[in-house]
């Protein structure tokens, strides 16, 4: 089988053999050690980083590319991804909350604890977004208010699924999304459960 072929399984999950160079990285990440990470620190109106709102980019955005959902199966030679696609848009929503967290620290706070604390990732989930901000209260990030404020962000996947200029792509259209004059019910109207593999090589 070729690495960038799909295979469509008998319990309706899609997957694929890690490639030569995806293979190669991955001992590394079992520790940690090949985990990587963007911060961001940028101001914008709260409104625009609702938990809901964040919610919703995060999912569209796994959906259009779903090695973000991805688990990896360690069974013979070679690892595989797989990943189940959302029966729904609710599915889909549900899923991306479980790879999304909202702190209330600082920079230096997430970066150490990131770098230095229990691992974030797994072989169970190969990606997660982190927004914070250390002076907003639970309470306050649901704030629909113009005001603007100060996050900071983290994107965090492993290296043996891309480089840093994904997760730079990957936090820009994720920006670029809670930007947008779409509403959250726009939002959650674009999300095609149908895109992420509709064009992929599936094999049955």
Known sequence: MMPDEWTLTTAGRIERPLGDSEFAFFPASKDGLGDMFLHLAFRAPKAQLRPRRVAIAWALLRCRHPLL????????????????????????????????????????????????????????????????????????????????????LLMCAPHFTGDGTSLHQCTHDLLELLASSMSDEDMLASIDLSEPWASTRLKF
């Open 69 to 152: 959902t991805c688990q990896v199966i360690e069974e013979g030679e070679v690892p595989r991804f797989s990943f189940r696609p959302p029966e729904s848009v609710q599915a889909a929503l549900e899923e991306a909350k479980a790879a999304l967290y909202f702190r209330h620290e600082s920079k230096e706070e997430l970066i150490s604890g990131y770098l230095n604390g229990p691992r974030t990732l797994s072989n169970t989930q190969l990606s997660c977004l982190i927004i914070s901000s250390p002076n907003l209260g639970p309470y306050d990030m649901d704030d629909c208010s113009s005001q603007e404020h100060n996050y900071d």
